[in-house]
């Protein structure tokens, strides 16, 4: 079956302008998260959905990231007023849904969008 | 906050030796821990989880065990091959979030 998806693979904005980000997730899987990836640096949590529960918003590092999951599946992630620091992997997971975070469900991974800030 | 470090960020080993990754945790005591692996240029792919209560689990090549004592974990890949070659990575729930090492690469020379 399909795995997630993420679109687009690749994005090059320059400072200031405004970026969405969109994840498909694996169909059925109740749990979705977003990651960020910086060069050589591991994955850094910004935030779960779980459900039509409210996410925890608490990893999204400002208050120029926002995330909006519709009708319990795709994903959308905004970043407004992009900073050069923003540039970075940003993958996104699925995974059936569980209890509490998920630490008994393996995650589902895209190949994540690559965001170039020039 | 939760913290987890992987042992040294390159490893290299030749073909057909086995592999042992470590991964150590601080601050919090997870119920389940898992481990990915991650080519360049995609995603994280799920390999093993294991819970608490679990001191190890295999799967192929590859074993796992948890200690919930030493609050570590170690991933050992037995009869390495090239293909092993890729970035492996530890990761956990910490109550509201979920945790990733920053992984160990991997390189098995032929």
């Known amino acids: 079956g399909a795995g997630v998806s993420q679109s687009p693979s690749n994005k090059v904005t320059e400072k200031g302008k405004d970026v969405e980000l969109r994840c498909d997730p694996i169909?059925?899987?109740?749990?979705l998260y977003w990651y960020r990836q910086s060069l050589g640096q591991g994955l850094e949590f910004l935030i779960y959905f779980q459900g039509n529960s409210a996410p925890d918003k608490s990893g999204l590092p400002s208050d120029r990231f926002s995330a909006e999951r519709t009708g319990g599946s795709v994903s959308t992630l905004t970043i407004q007023r992009t900073q050069q620091e923003d540039s970075a992997v940003y993958l996104c997971?699925?995974?059936?849904?569980?209890?509490?975070?998920?630490?008994?469900?393996?995650?589902?991974f895209g190949d994540g969008t690559r965001l170039s800030i020039l | 906050s939760q913290k987890i470090e992987q042992n040294s960020e390159a490893l290299n080993i030749q073909e057909g030796k086995t592999a042992t990754l470590t991964c150590n945790y601080t601050?919090?005591?997870?119920?389940?821990l898992q481990w990915y692996r991650q080519d360049p240029g995609r995603g994280p792919v799920f390999l093993l989880l294991?819970?608490?209560?679990?001191k190890e689990k295999r799967k192929e090549r590859l074993k796992v065990t948890f200690d919930t004592t030493l609050k570590q974990s170690l991933f050992h890949i037995t009869a390495s091959q090239p293909a092993d070659s890729a970035t492996y990575l530890c990761a956990l729930d910490g109550g509201n979030q979920f945790y990733f090492g920053t992984g160990t690469s991997l390189t098995v020379i032929p």
């Open positions: 169909s059925g899987h109740t749990a």
């Open positions: 997971a699925s995974s059936l849904g569980s209890v509490g975070i998920g630490g008994n469900q393996p995650q589902h």
């Open positions: 601050n919090y005591s997870p119920a389940y």
């Open positions: 294991i819970r608490e209560n679990e």
